[in-house]
T-cell receptor, first 115, second 113 residues
Framework: GAVVSQHPSWVICKSGTSVKIECRSLDFQATTMFWYRQFPKQSLMLMAT?????????EQGVEKDKFLINHASLTLSTLTVTSAHPEDSSFYIC???????????FGAGSRLTVL | GDSVTQMEGPVTLSEEAFLTINCTYTATGYPSLFWYVQYPGEGLQLLLK?????DKGSNKGFEATYRKETTSFHLEKGSVQVSDSAVYFCALRAGFGNEKLTFGTGTRLTIIP
């Protein structure tokens, strides 16, 4: 079946540094990918819709300069948390929509801890 | 705005017990409803879905019925197994052509032998 790989699965960084998380569709092309954020005991919140070859569409309240999204190919979207602070610590999950099968596949998530 | 309210966990059951995880929603229009399951270390997987009122989604012994009158989509299984231990998410997608999924908080289910 379709597989979406997220890397790294967990990362610890110092406050003020930037962290990049990759979301890769392994065996299908995905023009559209989605980035979610999940706080403990809370639901997944959609942060942005990533579109290959164009700018991402951010949800209300999500800082686009803080959470940079790049979708440079049909199989890769990246989320960069810039100048990370402890409040950015969270579980980040991506999903990718198969262009042909129109099926949504989720990655296993990336846990970010900012010290 | 759209929202999903899901039964808080964690839920612990013995093997072969009956399972219900409650889910209610608020949405305008005619949303599609979903249950996703997340096994340890894996991504969310679609478990079942229903796209219109009175539809019943079913998969792997789980089922849920889209109840418009009560705005509910409760997940049920008659006899759970240890392998059903996972986190279950209820979600909705509002209207045709809208790709945005709105999730509930997730319910962690643990089945003990």
């Amino acid at each position: 079946g379709a597989v979406v790989s997220q890397h790294p699965s967990w990362v610890i960084c110092k406050s003020g540094t930037s962290v990049k998380i990759e979301c890769r569709s392994l065996d299908f092309q995905a023009t559209t990918m989605f980035w979610y954020r999940q706080f403990p005991k809370q639901s997944l919140m959609l942060m942005a819709t990533s579109n290959e070859g164009s700018k991402a569409t951010y949800e209300q309240g999500v800082e686009k300069d803080k959470f940079l999204i790049n979708h440079a190919s049909l199989t890769l979207s990246t989320l960069t948390v810039t100048s990370a602070h402890p409040e950015d610590s969270s579980f980040y999950i991506c999903s990718a929509r198969d262009d042909w099968a129109n099926v949504l596949t989720f990655g296993a998530g990336s846990r970010l801890t900012v010290l | 705005g759209d929202s999903v309210t899901q039964m808080e966990g964690p839920v612990t059951l013995s093997e072969e017990a009956f399972l219900t995880i409650n889910c209610t929603y608020t949405a305008t229009g005619y949303p599609s409803l979903f249950w996703y399951v997340q096994y340890p270390g894996e991504g969310l997987q679609l478990l079942l879905k229903a796209t219109k009122a009175d539809d019943k989604g079913s998969n792997k012994g789980f089922e849920a019925t889209y109840r418009k009158e009560t705005t509910s989509f409760h997940l049920e299984k008659g006899s759970v197994q240890v392998s059903d231990s996972a986190v279950y998410f209820c979600a909705l997608r509002a209207g045709f052509g809208n790709e945005k999924l709105t999730f509930g908080t997730g319910t962690r289910l643990t089945i003990i032998p």
